[in-house]
């Protein structure tokens, strides 16, 4: 089956698929995204994706594409006609086609894309098993990370400096010398007296629906969280190291900048939190 792709309103051929050469995405990345697992033909957290989606684009003064209803019928179509029961779901929005001038067009409209791919269960699970390294980066970001924008590429300089050592990932440090989030994950750590620890929501992090489902989860399991701000001191000194996102769920990390974390293995509380996410996923 040939992948496709959803592109203003037409199912394409996913190698077709094309926006003019002035689409703001384009030429100013004046655009949001969101990525939306799907577990058994279920989207995780899609409500929280879509949610996150909207204010996106309300913070950046931004029209929608579309009311939610019809994006949600496109979004399964999508699905539907990729064949994907696994997987993730990718949509991108951007302020649309318009001559390049930095104020806002008039009368451009909005762009919406969505693509859709399988992913393999038993490889993101082997992967827990194993437990995955992270180095540590200054955080060189705007002020606005809470808004799932497609301006990545502080994120991707970051990630490909954390492949560049072998690592899966990169945590980012604040000029204060606290960890922010990963460059696609958000981090968490367990303190030696087993205090689960993430940083507050704020304009300094995107808040990850993984990490809101996974708190909600925490409060009706009655396991404590304190949401505040970590040093890279407590990160490498951590009983435990772990991080979440759409396509990781909950990943332990086993080393941070090759200081082995723990006994290098993936910690006690971590696989338990991963189980309890894979069942809220699988049920």
């Not at 394409?12 to 058994?40: M, W």
């Not at 949509?91 to 859709?116: C, E, K, L, N």
């Not at 799932?148 to 994120?155: E, F, G």
């Not at 990169?170 to 007296?193: H, K, L, M, P």
Request: hydrophobic residues 40%; negative net charge.
């Amino acid at each position: 089956m040939s992948r496709i792709a959803y592109v203003n309103g037409q199912y394409v051929p996913h190698n077709e698929a094309a926006v003019h050469v002035e689409d703001r995405g384009y030429q100013f990345a004046d655009g949001v995204y969101e990525v939306i697992p799907v577990v058994g033909n279920k989207l995780i957290g899609e409500v929280g994706h879509l949610d996150r989606l909207w204010r996106s684009m309300d913070e950046l003064k931004m029209a929608e594409p579309m009311k939610r209803a019809p994006l949600k019928l496109v979004m399964r179509e999508v699905l539907r006609r990729n064949g994907v029961e696994n997987g993730l779901i990718y949509m991108q929005i951007t302020r649309g086609v318009a001559p390049r001038d930095h104020p806002f067009p008039v009368d451009a409209m909005s762009s919406i894309v969505m693509t859709a791919k399988k992913t393999s269960p038993e490889k993101a699970a082997k992967k827990a098993e194993q437990g995955v390294s992270v180095i540590t980066v200054p955080d060189i970001r705007w002020g606005r990370c809470d808004i799932k924008s497609v301006a990545l590429l502080p994120n991707i300089l970051a990630k490909q400096e954390a492949v560049e050592n072998g690592a899966y990932e990169a945590f980012q440090v604040d000029a204060d010398g606290f960890v922010t989030e990963g460059t696609s994950t958000n981090a968490w750590i367990v303190d030696q007296d087993g205090t689960l620890i993430t940083r507050a929501a704020s304009n300094s992090i995107l808040s990850g629906i993984t990490r809101a489902d996974l708190l909600e989860l925490l409060e009706s399991n009655n396991i404590k969280v304190e949401l505040r701000s970590f040093s890279v001191d407590e990160l490498h000194t951590a009983r435990e190291v772990f991080l979440t996102s759409s396509s990781s769920y909950v990943q332990p990390v086993v080393e941070v900048d090759g200081k082995v974390i723990g006994n290098g293995k993936p910690g006690s509380i971590s696989n338990n939190l991963r189980e309890i996410f894979m069942d809220y996923m699988n049920n």
